[in-house]
């Protein structure tokens, strides 16, 4: 009877039908875990872009610029031709003396006077030829210059001048010559010429000879002040009669070139400063006016000058004004050495003719940037340069055009329901 059909019993109407597990689980929001990562997953989809910076690429110009073949290098030279060329010319200064005492012959100035002239322009031309006008190129700067580094021996040789007025007055030995200012006129030219002889075949033949060859640095531009000094000092000395000179003698003579040697030095210094040789040629011929004008206006022979005194007493009184002399030099030398320790180099002389094309190293560009712009292109450096990262446009820029991050396979964004509607039960969530 039970199980005939029509006694099955059925299901109620009125009762709502099981909601479907299945169903439910279908439109059930996704567990505390999967939210948390599709909340992550959100979050990465709005971080901006990576902060590291990619490495910003080569400028198209530099890429595609062409780098012409590189210029044969040129040889530099090294100054020997022109030092030794220099020094060949030193002793024309002997046939213009030469001449200068035919010259005196017929002029009021006489043969000495005129022998200084004949030797100072038988060393003025050959410096003009060697290095043009710059060597008398006298400014105002210049000669302010020189006489700064000078005034000192030039106050030396006033008072030396002063001292020997008084001792000349004193022993009562002072007459002006009848014809004094005439005289006075000649010492005048004889000291300038004089000095533009000296400083023109020292200063100039010897020492821009030297420089053209050793001025390429500071020690090479200092030794050929040196050796120049040296050259100046046994100018003043009779080396040829060293043999027979007692060593009084011999001490005079090597004091001699020490104190004239020191003065020299100060005048070497001058001329690689200011690069011209008149100041220097000015002050030296002032300094020894100081010395020689007094025995001009008294009528005596200015023009022998003994540097050595013979006999025992003589002698050892000159050695110490010579020695005085070193002493007082000395503020001289100091401030020569630091005028040498601050001037440019290289100082090559006046003289110097680099070639065509020689550059210094320390301004010379890379042989493919020279080359090219010679040629009027622009070449790409040897060297790319190290980019440490882009400037705040570049950056910008590179941020606005970054793609975006692409969501994970099978990822489709809903919206998370509130968890307060939800409790979670052992058949999983539940709404509640």
């Not at 875990?33 to 690429?57: F, G, K, N, S, W």
């Not at 890429?63 to 073949?69: E, L, M, R």
């Not at 009021?108 to 002239?117: N, Q, T």
């Amino acid at each position: 009877m039970d199980n005939h059909p029509q006694y099955q019993p059925q299901a109620p109407t009125n009762v709502p039908p099981a909601y479907p597990q299945q169903a439910y689980q279908q439109q059930a929001p996704a567990p505390a875990y999967q939210q948390q990562m599709y909340a992550q997953t959100a979050y990465q989809q709005q971080a901006p872009a990576p902060t590291y910076q990619p490495q910003a690429p080569a400028p198209t110009y530099q890429q595609q610029a062409p780098v012409p073949a590189q210029p044969p290098a040129v040889k530099p030279k090294k100054g020997w031709g022109m030092m030794f060329a220099a020094f060949a010319l030193v002793p024309l200064f002997i046939v213009g003396e030469i001449a200068g005492l035919y010259l005196g012959d017929y002029t009021p100035l006489g043969e000495d006077i005129g022998a200084e002239l004949g030797g100072a322009l038988s060393m003025l031309i050959p410096c003009l030829l060697l290095g043009g006008a710059k060597v008398v190129n006298i400014t105002k700067d210049s000669f302010k210059w020189a006489w700064r580094a000078l005034w000192w021996s030039i106050a030396i040789s006033a008072g030396i001048a002063i001292y020997d007025l008084w001792a000349t007055i004193d022993a009562g030995e002072f007459v002006l010559a009848s014809d004094w200012p005439w005289q006075f006129f000649l010492s005048v030219v004889f000291c300038i010429f004089i000095g533009f002889l000296e400083e023109f075949m020292v200063r100039g033949l010897v020492l821009n000879g030297l420089l053209a060859r050793m001025g390429k640095t500071r020690k090479g531009i200092v030794w050929a002040c040196i050796l120049s000094s040296i050259f100046f000092g046994l100018l003043h000395v009779d080396v040829t009669s060293i043999g027979s000179s007692t060593p009084l003698e011999i001490l005079q003579g090597v004091l001699k070139v020490l104190q004239t040697g020191m003065y020299g030095f100060a005048l070497a210094a001058v001329v690689c400063k200011t690069g011209e040789i008149v100041s220097a040629a000015l002050l030296h011929g002032l300094d020894d006016w100081l010395l020689f004008v007094l025995t001009f206006v008294m009528g005596e022979n200015p023009f022998v000058t003994e540097y050595v005194s013979e006999g025992t007493e003589e002698g050892w009184a000159t050695a110490i004004v010579y020695i005085i002399c070193i002493l007082l030099y000395i503020p001289l030398v100091v401030r020569a050495i630091k005028t040498l320790k601050n001037i440019d180099t290289p100082n090559r002389g006046a003289f110097f003719r680099e070639r065509k094309g020689v550059v210094e190293a320390s301004s010379a560009p890379a042989p493919a940037m020279a080359a090219a712009s010679a040629a009027g292109v622009v070449s790409a450096p040897q060297v790319a340069p190290q980019v440490t990262g882009y400037t705040a446009p570049a950056a910008q820029m590179y941020q606005q055009q970054a793609p975006a991050p692409v969501p994970p396979a099978g990822f489709v964004p809903t919206q998370i329901p509130d968890q307060s509607l939800y409790q979670t039960g052992q058949n999983g969530p539940q709404r509640m």
